[in-house]
């Protein structure tokens, strides 16, 4: 991470005589981040080189400026890219974060391409964070994360409390004024070594075929000696404009273990069940993930994780974005994963 007010300064000097400058500040940070992959599911199989095996490779930058009494103007640009061929993850140059916002005693206020609340809850209450073999990136991988068009407020907190609240003014579409459109909200709970959370999640309109998808969440965490405890459940549910409603449940336990001051385990088991529709019921899925990180400093870290998808009757779950074979015939294939990689932050 790297603080550079004086060159960028100069800069914005140079481009726009004349501008007076309030003090502030702007960071460059970012995470660099690539394994070797063996993927297997069914038929197919690969082994390839990944970019994002424990956190999706980023760059950006935010900063501040000091407004008075207490408050700030921020901003908060990032990007995320592909380690192994160099390209722009989505095609978006600020595809992770794009927000401008104020802050103060009162909260923090940010409009722009932003997370929802209920991710804090999915990256919080999971061993694996948002490894991409975590059961935040699989099993629920049709709820919400980022969102364009957003608004969210966070409160201060008050004795380990605080709320959050969000509204997205989703695609914008003049044929249809609810396409897309998010709203949230979260309440989360930090005391010591303990974490809860609470959070809901709605989006109106998906397509012609669903008029809505709610979700809710609870989850937690806590630190007890050198292990660390994780445990969640998650809804999902469509409200469909012709087709039966979908409704799916997920269980999410978690544990992390220090073996030495920088190396750990973990291990996670998702439990999905799908009871709606009743033609659906049964398409259900497990999926267990273990892994070891080992930090080499306080920035660079290296890691290995293996994952097994077990798909029942229809569903299809994947790991990695890999396909799975036997897709339409009621006998999907399980998918499985190892890897090793490093990540180094900056």
């Known amino acids: 991470m790297k603080t550079f007010t004086p060159l960028l300064a100069l800069a914005a000097a140079a481009l726009a005589p004349g501008l007076v400058h309030a003090q502030g500040n702007v ?23 990944q970019s994002g095996g424990l956190t999706q490779s980023r760059w950006g930058l935010r900063g501040t400026e000091d407004l008075g009494n207490g408050n700030q103007a921020l901003f908060v640009l990032e990007g995320r890219f592909n380690v192994d061929d160099g390209t722009q993850v989505g095609g978006q140059l600020f595809g992770g974060r794009s927000v401008l916002g104020l802050s103060g005693k009162w909260g923090t206020l940010t409009a722009g391409r932003e997370y929802s609340p209920i991710y804090d809850l999915k990256i919080r209450s999971n061993a694996f964070n948002v490894a991409p073999y975590s059961t935040s990136q699989v099993l629920m991988a049709a709820g919400a994360s980022r969102t364009d068009n957003a608004v969210r407020y966070d409160s201060p907190s008050w004795k380990g409390l605080r709320a959050g609240l969000f509204y997205s003014l989703g695609a914008e579409s003049t044929a249809q004024g609810k396409m897309g459109r998010h709203t949230g909200m979260a309440g989360q709970y930090q005391e010591g070594p303990l974490y809860l959370g609470l959070a809901w999640n709605r989006v109106d309109v998906l397509n012609a075929g669903v008029h809505a998808t709610n979700e809710w969440m609870a ?94 009757a229809a569903a299809n779950y994947q790991l990695s974005r890999f396909a799975n074979s036997g897709v339409g015939t009621g006998s999907v294939s399980d998918p499985t994963a190892f890897q090793v990689g490093m990540r180094h932050s900056f």
């Open 219 to 312: 989850g937690g965490s806590y630190a007890l000696g050198r292990a660390k405890l994780y445990l969640s459940y998650w809804q999902f549910r469509t409200d469909n404009a012709a087709a039966p409603d979908a409704r799916v449940s997920l269980w999410t336990l978690g544990a992390s273990f220090a073996l030495t001051s920088n190396g750990r385990l973990l291990g996670s088991l998702g439990l999905l069940d799908a009871s709606r529709p009743a033609a659906a019921s049964g398409n259900d899925a497990r999926q267990i993930t273990l892994g070891y990180e080992y930090d080499l400093s306080r920035r660079t870290t290296l890691y290995a994780q293996y994952s097994h998808v077990a798909n029942k």
């Open 27 to 49: 960071t460059l940070y970012g995470i660099v981040d690539a394994s070797i992959e063996y993927i297997k599911s069914g038929d197919n199989k690969a082994t390839r080189l």
